[in-house]
Nanobody, 124 residues
Framework: QVQLVESGGGLVQAGGSLRLSCAAS????????MGWFRQAPGKEREFVCS????????KYADSVKGRFTIFRDNAKDTVRLQMNSLKPEDTAVYYC?????????????????WGQGTQVTVSS
């Protein structure tokens, strides 16, 4: 089993920054791809970004490209999401997810384990 615990969410003004963290335990974290997804009220969960096992390859949704950065520290079994220039439309619950594969995916169904989510609220 894998446990994923997100932290770092909160309330921030538009234009501000937040850094989310996801700590993993229970399996060989460094062997697997990781992703971040988000879900706003009344909307489906959507892909935000993902990173391969080594951190050498990443993918971003167009809506966050240039503003968000995903990176991982395999020595600490942690993946982080740096969010800059936040907009009100970034408001959502953010989830980290682990895929039991070395390469990433933007497909929600490709991930095997999920965290409980952390709320990010961006005020205008």
């Amino acid at each position: 089993q894998v446990q994923l615990v997100e932290s770092g969410g909160g309330l921030v003004q538009a234009g501000g920054s937040l850094r989310l963290s996801c700590a993993a335990s229970g399996r060989t974290f460094s062997s697997y791809a990781m992703g971040w997804f988000r879900q706003a009220p009344g909307k489906e969960r959507e892909f935000v970004c993902s990173i391969n096992w080594s951190g050498g390859s990443t993918k971003y949704a167009d809506s966050v490209k240039g503003r968000f950065t995903i990176f991982r520290d395999n020595a600490k079994d942690t993946v982080r999401l740096q969010m800059n220039s936040l907009k009100p439309e970034d408001t959502a619950v953010y989830y980290c997810a682990l895929r039991r594969h070395v390469t990433y995916s933007s497909d929600y169904g490709a991930y095997d384990y999920w965290g409980q989510g952390t709320q990010v609220t961006v005020s205008s």
